[in-house]
């Protein structure tokens, strides 16, 4: 049975409504978050490297190694296959050397020029009006970042968890 004028300008209207929704879907690595509109410089997949970044941070800050070397492996592989290039393949490199880490020891020493790098990135793009905050530790003489303003020290963990300071927001 051949379709009729009303069936055939039906399909073309569905077509031309589906046709942009799957554009989108084929580059939703382009696509910035809804919390990043003023961000450019953390769109995807920028973004899943710091979400990650977070889940390490959070697994250290609790004397852990559980999902670090799964979350440092998905920030190696986001920014290797990242086509636009927005972050060095040197934070590739130091997410890999954190996923070999065998011990809290290991993974923290492998932590820190990680979380120096993703803070000049931020840094560098001037990025603002984020939930993203810089903390210091003086007694590690590290940096990281953290999401909320109390203190969750990833270097020293359980046995010293506020210790350190807010130095930024970005």
Same mark, same amino acid.
């Given at each position: 049975?051949?379709?009729?004028?009303?069936?055939?300008?039906?399909?073309?209207?569905?077509?031309?409504?589906?046709?942009?929704?799957?554009?989108?879907?084929?580059?939703?690595?382009?696509?910035?978050?809804?919390?990043?509109?003023?961000?450019?410089?953390?769109?995807?997949?920028?973004?899943?490297?710091?979400?990650? &970044? =977070?889940?390490? @941070?959070?697994?250290? %800050?609790?004397?852990?190694? #559980?999902?670090?070397?799964?979350? $440092?492996? +998905?920030?190696?592989?986001a920014i290797k296959g990242d086509d636009m290039k927005m972050l060095s393949p040197k934070i590739a490199g130091q997410?890999?050397?954190?996923?070999?880490?065998?011990?809290?020891?290991?993974?923290?020493?492998?932590?820190?020029?990680?979380?120096?790098?993703?803070?000049? &990135? =931020?840094?560098? @793009?001037?990025?603002? %009006?984020?939930?993203?905050? #810089?903390?210091?530790?003086?007694? $590690?003489? +590290?940096?990281?970042?953290?999401?909320?303003?109390?203190?969750?020290?990833?270097?020293?963990?359980?046995?010293?968890?506020?210790?350190?300071?807010?130095?930024?927001?970005?």
């Amino acid at each position: 049975m051949k379709p009729n004028k009303l069936q055939m300008t039906l399909m073309i209207l569905a077509t031309l409504a589906v046709s942009p929704l799957s554009r989108a879907a084929e580059n939703q690595n382009l696509k910035p978050m809804a919390d990043t509109a003023e961000n450019p410089a953390l769109m995807q997949p920028v973004k899943s490297v710091y979400d990650h &970044y =977070l889940k390490i @941070q959070t697994s250290l %800050a609790k004397d852990s190694l #559980e999902g670090v070397p799964d979350q $440092a492996n +998905a920030i190696a592989k986001a920014i290797k296959g990242d086509d636009m290039k927005m972050l060095s393949p040197k934070i590739a490199g130091q997410a890999e050397v954190l996923a070999q880490a065998k011990d809290l020891e290991a993974a923290r020493k492998a932590f820190k020029p990680l979380s120096d790098s993703l803070i000049k &990135y =931020l840094a560098d @793009q001037k990025v603002q %009006a984020s939930s993203y905050n #810089e903390a210091y530790c003086p007694m $590690a003489k +590290a940096s990281w970042l953290q999401m909320g303003k109390k203190i969750s020290n990833p270097y020293l963990g359980r046995s010293m968890p506020g210790c350190g300071e807010i130095k930024r927001t970005f």
